[in-house]
């Protein structure tokens, strides 16, 4: 079985800097090169997630993720500034937040309330993440290796004309670079002490290639070089023999699309005014307030 994956996230992430082959396959890892190295300084993000999942009673009907509202990029060294409201439908429910970031502190939203994450929260936060992305650069991934049948053509979004890059990637290959990430996570400390690194079994490898029946993706990038969109869609089916673990699961229909629009438009943000500690929003739902070590 030929299996296909979600690339977008990840090529435009990992493939800058690898070699481009000839012939169609090497026109799209120029484009993604091009995009990785081309990122918007700032857009109007729309992002949608749909999970249509069968034998699972509770949900009865789809779940749905949207996001959306503006970001300006502060640099490597910084949070960007960000309002995303989130909507979350499914299982008969519905839960509406808000998150907002500006440089070096974040804020959430709640049932008409703004809380405060804090900027010593959000140090050792963005100190952290900083440090395990410069570690994954190093890793020598060569992303390029996923890529399989891609092809690049002429496209349009939002009215705007791309160059869309779309096809599949080798799935095994893809999990098997993600144990070596695994791996050299745990011999650099990047994972919490004690903590065993991960590990995807070949078993585990074969079953997800035997689930995934059908999936696609897309990237579009516009003239400039900078992404507009993103877009997957996938069908899966669990064997027999995973269903039972899967609390009946048998199968479903994924779809993401991420949208960037008005890009490099001078977006800003503005920090909600009068905004309450964190742990009172935590300790609503029981969850403790304490920093990270």
């Keep these: 079985m030929r299996a ?29 090169e091009e995009a990785a190295r081309t990122p918007a300084k700032s857009a109007d993000l729309k992002l949608g997630l749909v999970a249509s999942l069968r034998g699972v009673e509770q949900l009865q009907g789809p779940l749905k993720l949207t996001l959306r509202g503006p970001y300006r990029s502060n640099g490597p060294d910084a949070l960007p500034d960000l309002d ?13 937040f808000r998150l907002i970031t500006v440089h070096d502190n974040a804020f959430v939203e709640y049932g008409g309330s703004a809380y ?19 570690d994954l650069r190093r890793l020598g991934i060569d992303a390029s290796r996923w890529l399989k ?18 096809g599949e990637v080798d799935l095994p290959r893809m999990l098997g670079d993600l144990n070596r990430v695994f791996r050299k996570l745990a011999s650099t ?26 999936a696609s993706f897309e990237v579009q990038v516009g003239r400039d070089h900078i992404l507009r969109r993103n877009r997957f ?34 977006q800003r943000v503005r920090p909600p005014a009068n905004a309450r500690p964190l742990s009172e929003l935590l300790g609503g739902f029981g969850l403790s307030p304490a920093l990270p070590n």
């Design 116 to 134: 405060e994450v804090g900027r010593e929260l959000v140090r050792r936060y963005t100190g952290r993440g900083q440090r395990q992305q410069r």
């Design 189 to 214: 400390g990047q994972l919490p002490p004690g903590s065993p690194a991960p590990e995807i079994s070949q078993r585990t490898i074969d079953q997800i290639d035997d689930a995934v029946k059908e």
């Design 233 to 266: 869609d996938a069908s899966f089916e669990l064997p027999e023999e995973l269903r039972s673990r899967a609390k009946g699961l048998d199968g479903g229909e994924l779809s993401f699309q991420s949208d960037q629009t008005n890009v490099n438009g001078g």
């Design 149 to 166: 049948d891609a092809g690049v053509e002429d496209g349009e979004a939002n009215g705007e004309p791309t160059r869309k890059v779309s």
């Design 4 to 32: 296909r994956a979600p690339i977008a996230l990840l090529a435009l992430l990992l493939l800058g800097g690898c070699g481009a082959d000839s012939g169609d396959a090497g026109s799209a890892k120029s484009v993604l």
């Design 84 to 96: 995303m409201r989130m909507h979350l439908e499914g299982a008969r429910k519905n839960v509406d």
